[in-house]
């Protein structure tokens, strides 16, 4: 077995979801798009259900209808890139609600399922999905006849309380939905943790749930274990991996890590990154091949079975920082030939 | 449909074996690990078996197993990580053949399954899998009793072939091999490259198949179609996407693409990355989100239905120099949440 183990601690998940909840007056739904951030839809739902979860999001209708047969009749299953073409189907047979994002889908919708429910989205400034604050005024009347499940839009900045791309966020958006009547929705894990004044009737924390920032106070939910396949000596003047990345100057032990960046252990990590034996850092050398990783183990006095790349020692934001990038993408770019295991929940 | 199209070409794959095949003299092999380098291991290892490929290469005996399902008995399935703990059962059952890689791998070979077929994998200078010199000049004539399917080595730097490596692991693996009778193997795609001195009786090539470098007359396999979610004029000192990464500095009119760095769109690619609307390069502006992009449209006088990021106008290599990385890891990042079809083959 030259795979590693990924252990997704469903307790953690779910201590997370209700460190969030209490934060919170309103509702507190779940974000379990692309995947469940990566740690896999179906547990983590159910999960996050069991817990207490009534509302889920997820990107797309084909998601959406996945997360349906894992939630069984019930739950509120919201899609973010509203109703798209082909989506009707899918929309009505597994009762998700699409989260209207243009005047061109709001006549999709309405054309093809003029009874089914579906919310609004609004760009509230981050222009990336939703109806503009003019288009949103000239149907704003109308539209809200229809009755909208919930208003939303998103934050850009919410993982920086300091921007002031926050206040004037909010500030649009109140305008836009001051008087509707409609349960309004503003804030993800950012928004939260921004306080009262963003939490409206429903949040819908993603990455906070899985343990990452900007929710510094997050459990690590995801532990990632990795097999040595083998141990050499390496002389000075010797390489190690591809295009001789890095060349030993003393005597060093090396391990051959059976995980690499097909696997999700980006490439950009090649010297940068460090996996752990026990509360012992072993540095990486060389460049991360595609199924493997040379890892520097000379000061070890064992020869360890296994080295452990995301645990308490070190969480998916210290892989991001040394990868350029954020822990989001880290949890994503997570492989599927690991062994998932789930446990509690 | 929030669901991008990634089309592989199966005859493009074909062709590109075939072109291999024909610059050396021995047996062409090829490395579908990694699911096929993330193009799908079933549609693509049936593809080249019925091109005439009889000899497969993977990273685990758990790939092993699922390339035995899509190939039936018959053609050789090697394993480059060898022989780890648990592997045997997979190994016996689904007749596949460990690249034994250390002298622990070879007792643990030898005890469980003393009747299988196994091969060597030697350490010739890049430090990562294989028996090294001194290890192999121990064991030599007593492994070599046992017929061993093949002796390879894997070269640190094939895809420059300035590299004084080349020749020295060249050299290194002919005195590890010379005499012993046993088939050998050197080359991947880049070995191939480097002329028939490096060829020997089997060669492997994996990223050439796929249209990557250092194959540069490769055929693209991968084709890759982004919808559009939604599209909206953006006003002089308005900002797109996440922390305000972009900022318009005239009218701009962009457009939302459901695919993110969640389905493999690397973030690093924010700011840099081009899609195209036939010829006609659209630049990707703010950062890349989980599940979608924001592109500039602003010169089309048409609203484009979708967008390409990989295609004729851009293969891997462009994306992978833009996102700090290559080809291959652009072609393992590759998301699920695509449709997938594949063409010819």
Same mark, same amino acid.
């Given at each position: 077995? *030259?795979?590693?183990?990924?252990?997704?601690?469903?307790?953690?998940?779910?201590?997370? +979801?209700?460190?969030?909840?209490?934060?919170?007056?309103?509702?507190?739904?779940?974000?379990?798009?692309?995947?469940?951030?990566?740690?896999?839809?179906?547990?983590?739902?159910?999960?996050?259900?069991?817990?207490?979860?009534?509302?889920?999001?997820?990107?797309?209708?084909?998601?959406?209808?996945?997360?349906?047969?894992?939630?069984?009749?019930?739950?509120?299953?919201?899609?973010?890139?509203?109703?798209?073409?082909?989506?009707?189907?899918?929309?009505?047979?597994?009762?998700?609600?699409?989260?209207?994002?243009?005047?061109?889908?709001?006549?999709?919708?309405?054309?093809?399922?003029?009874?089914?429910?579906?919310?609004?989205?609004?760009?509230?400034?981050?222009?990336?999905?939703?109806?503009?604050?003019?288009? +949103?005024?000239?149907?704003?009347?109308?539209?809200?006849?229809?009755?909208?499940?919930?208003?939303?839009?998103?934050?850009?900045?919410?993982?920086?309380?300091?921007?002031?791309?926050?206040? *004037?966020?909010?500030?649009?958006?109140?305008?836009?939905?001051?008087?509707?009547?409609?349960?309004?929705?503003?804030?993800?894990?950012?928004?939260?943790?921004?306080?009262?004044?963003?939490?409206?009737?429903?949040?819908?924390?993603?990455?906070?749930?899985?343990?990452?920032?900007?929710?510094?106070?997050?459990?690590?939910?995801?532990?990632?274990?990795?097999?040595?396949?083998?141990?050499?000596?390496?002389?000075?003047?010797?390489?190690?991996?591809?295009?001789?990345?890095?060349?030993?100057?003393?005597?060093?032990?090396?391990?051959?890590?059976?995980?690499?960046?097909?696997?999700?252990?980006?490439?950009?990590?090649?010297?940068?990154?460090?996996?752990?034996?026990?509360?012992?850092?072993?540095?990486?050398?060389?460049?991360?091949?595609?199924?493997?990783?040379?890892?520097?183990?000379?000061?070890?006095?064992?020869?360890?079975?296994?080295?452990?790349?995301?645990?308490?020692?070190?969480?998916?934001?210290?892989?991001?920082?040394?990868?350029?990038?954020?822990?989001?993408?880290?949890?994503? *770019?997570?492989?599927?030939?690991?062994?998932?295991?789930?446990?509690?929940?």
């Amino acid at each position: 077995m *030259a795979n590693g183990t990924l252990t997704i601690d469903l307790d953690a998940l779910v201590q997370n +979801w209700r460190a969030l909840d209490a934060m919170t007056a309103g509702e507190t739904a779940a974000t379990v798009k692309a995947d469940g951030y990566g740690l896999g839809i179906g547990p983590v739902a159910r999960a996050l259900a069991r817990a207490g979860a009534r509302s889920f999001f997820v990107a797309t209708a084909e998601e959406g209808a996945e997360l349906r047969q894992v939630l069984g009749p019930g739950p509120a299953i919201n899609i973010y890139s509203g109703h798209m073409p082909g989506d009707a189907d899918m929309i009505r047979d597994l009762s998700l609600v699409p989260m209207i994002n243009s005047i061109d889908q709001l006549q999709r919708h309405l054309e093809a399922l003029p009874q089914a429910p579906f919310g609004f989205q609004l760009d509230s400034g981050m222009n990336r999905l939703g109806m503009e604050p003019a288009e +949103w005024a000239a149907l704003r009347e109308i539209d809200l006849g229809r009755e909208p499940t919930l208003i939303m839009s998103h934050l850009a900045c919410s993982d920086d309380p300091g921007a002031a791309m926050n206040a *004037a966020q909010r500030r649009v958006f109140e305008e836009m939905t001051a008087g509707t009547g409609a349960p309004r929705s503003l804030a993800a894990t950012g928004g939260i943790l921004l306080g009262p004044d963003y939490h409206y009737d429903l949040t819908r924390p993603g990455i906070g749930l899985y343990g990452g920032l900007p929710f510094s106070e997050a459990l690590p939910v995801a532990y990632l274990e990795l097999p040595v396949i083998q141990v050499r000596d390496v002389e000075p003047g010797e390489s190690v991996g591809y295009g001789m990345g890095y060349v030993a100057r003393q005597p060093r032990r090396i391990a051959t890590l059976a995980a690499g960046y097909a696997d999700g252990v980006i490439r950009l990590l090649s010297g940068k990154a460090q996996v752990y034996f026990g509360q012992r850092a072993c540095p990486l050398v060389g460049r991360v091949s595609m199924d493997m990783i040379g890892v520097d183990i000379s000061h070890l006095s064992d020869t360890p079975a296994s080295l452990t790349l995301l645990g308490r020692q070190q969480g998916v934001d210290v892989l991001a920082e040394q990868a350029q990038t954020i822990g989001y993408e880290i949890l994503t *770019a997570l492989g599927r030939r690991y062994n998932r295991r789930y446990s509690g929940g």
